[in-house]
Nanobody, 125 residues
Framework: QVQLVESGGGLVQAGGSLRLSCAASGRTFSSYVMGWFRQAPGKEREFVAT????????LYADSVKGRFTISKDNAKNTVYLQMNSLKPEDTAVYYCAAPRKWYSDYTQRYAYEYWGQGTQVTVSS
């Protein structure tokens, strides 16, 4: 089992920045990656970014590339999402997630079994 706790959401004006954190506990050594997803009202949950625990390779959704940066602290079992140049369309509940086993495509929601409770990010125009 892996437990995930997000923090760092809030209200920010367009163009501003926020940093989200996701603290993982439990069998994190088997999770391969940690990902961030988001879900806006009335929309499907969508992939934002993911990072490999080993090596640090990362992937981003096109919509956030160049504005968001995912990073990790292996010693703290914590993953971060630095969000810059925020736009109103970034408003959503942001979730961190971890897989239970290996998948070939970690940009897909089905690859993740463990989810945090979510943290609200609201960007005002």
């Amino acid at each position: 089992q892996v437990q995930l706790v997000e923090s760092g959401g809030g209200l920010v004006q367009a163009g501003g920045s926020l940093r989200l954190s996701c603290a993982a506990s439990g069998r994190t050594f088997s999770s391969y990656v940690m990902g961030w997803f988001r879900q806006a009202p009335g929309k499907e949950r969508e992939f934002v970014a993911t990072i490999w625990w080993s090596g640090g390779k990362s992937l981003y959704a096109d919509s956030v590339k160049g504005r968001f940066t995912i990073s990790k602290d292996n010693a703290k079992n914590t993953v971060y999402l630095q969000m810059n140049s925020l736009k109103p369309e970034d408003t959503a509940v942001y979730y961190c997630a971890a897989p239970r086993k290996w998948y070939s495509d970690y940009t897909q929601r089905y690859a993740y079994e463990y989810w945090g409770q979510g943290t609200q990010v609201t960007v005002s125009s």
